[in-house]
């Protein structure tokens, strides 16, 4: 079987930038409480009219393409993760098709599967280019929280976490032996659904428009999380999938170049850090500056990282994410 690398990467960020000073005078909060929490100094919010799920991931899509020389109809394949998708369906996915002007009937698909989607969503692409069937598959993660959180005070342990962002990958056959993604693993517990969960609109509903006219529940649309079992379980389930990863390819912590870790909560991932006995070098962070952005992080921190110059070539890389599902994954990378 052939290898697949990433040739190119970027990303998007809506222009908005939301301070935990602003977020004060939506709700009662403090800067204080937020960073000492979460480290999150300010977030993205996407503006109306500008940004979609699908634009800000094709303004992230041609970065990558740009990075990798390829043009939009080089591309064989979409997977677009994402929990906050332009429409109920279709996925965003043959929206991003369409804003790139992909006039070729490829494959495109969305997967839903939060925190964790985009490293899902590679492994997929990975899949694919393994068993020859396409050359160059473009995997994307872009998210649009803003619109959905409760930006109450009755929402603020969860809407002060997330922020809207985009980032895209371009998957190529790997033709450097030893070279590129050398394994993915991925996991899930469903016992754990409720956990983190955005429950509406539901179709487990005989009536759904008598719900709809009746929003005295509108509770149920925002996201609804247990943060401390989300806490508890991801700081376990983070070093667990990184040291897969790990000992599948014969490697021990310290062979690790880069650590991206999704970016949930700047608590989380020193807790990870610590536990891998990682330096802080080699560990990535831009949760102070975007929050939370759920699939779009990883694509998002991984190209900050190679725009930084903080990964070189034959570097070990390694993504690992944690989210509602629960589900959890990793990729190890020989860039
Ligand atoms: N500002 C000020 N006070 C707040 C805020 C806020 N934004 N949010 C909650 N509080 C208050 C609560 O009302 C509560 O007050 P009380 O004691 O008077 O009742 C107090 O702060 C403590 O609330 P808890 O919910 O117990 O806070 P906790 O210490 O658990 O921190 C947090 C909440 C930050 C969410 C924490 O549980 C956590 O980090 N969990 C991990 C979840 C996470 O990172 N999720 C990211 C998304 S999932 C993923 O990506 C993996």
Redesign the pocket.
Known sequence: LRSSEIAGVGHYVPERVVTNAD?ITL????DE??QE??GIKERRWFTEGTDTTANMGANAARKALEMAGLQPDDVQMIVFATLSPDYFFPGSGVLLQRELGIKAPIPAFDVRN??SGFVYALSMADQFIKTGMYDNVLVVGSEIHSSGLDISTRG???????GDGAGAVVLRPCTREGHGILSTHLHAQGEHAEE?IVKEPSSNRQDRTAFIQNLENEVELYPI?N??N??KH?VVRFPQVIKEALDQNGFESKDIDMLIP?Q??L??TQYVQHKMGLPDEKVFSNIQRYG?T?AA?VPIALSEAVQEGRIKRGDLVCLA????GFTWASALIKW
């Open positions: 977020l709700m009662d909060t403090t409480w937020i929490r979460t939060q925190c603020r342990a969860v809407s002060v976490i997330f983190l999380m943060g401390q989300v806490f991801a999704h949930a909560n608590r989380i939370n759920t992080s994410a944690f989210g509602s």
